[in-house]
């Protein structure tokens, strides 16, 4: 996989955190918690490993730098981040908590 995918949350019940920690325990990932206040930036930058996000609460975009793609996450939502791929991020209106894991 080298472009990122994202899994909607199908359910229109957004989960709780402890049931999106179960999903990324239940995959074997090791997952830990992070969260943004509102219009937080992440400048351009990339990472050397593969990584997974689920939003708990809030909403964050992520953009591709001179790709022109840009895609919201809100509650449930699932990014799944290649290694090396350039990304840039905008936190929501009402901040952003995240659960994240490094996947092999």
Not at 34 to 48: K, R
Not at 86 to 103: D, Q, S
């Amino acid at each position: 996989m080298n472009t990122p995918l994202v899994t909607p949350w199908a359910d229109p019940v957004a989960p709780t955190q402890s049931a999106l920690w179960r999903l990324m325990t239940d995959e074997g990932l090791n997952p830990y918690s992070w969260l943004n206040g509102p219009h937080d930036v992440y400048a351009a930058h990339s990472h050397t490993y593969n990584k997974v996000i689920y939003v708990v609460q809030g909403s964050i975009t992520f953009g591709l730098p001179g790709s022109g793609e840009y895609f919201t996450l809100k509650a449930g939502d699932r990014l799944d981040l290649p290694a090396g791929v350039v990304h840039e991020a905008l936190v929501g209106a009402a901040g952003v908590a995240c659960l994240e894991a490094h996947k092999d």
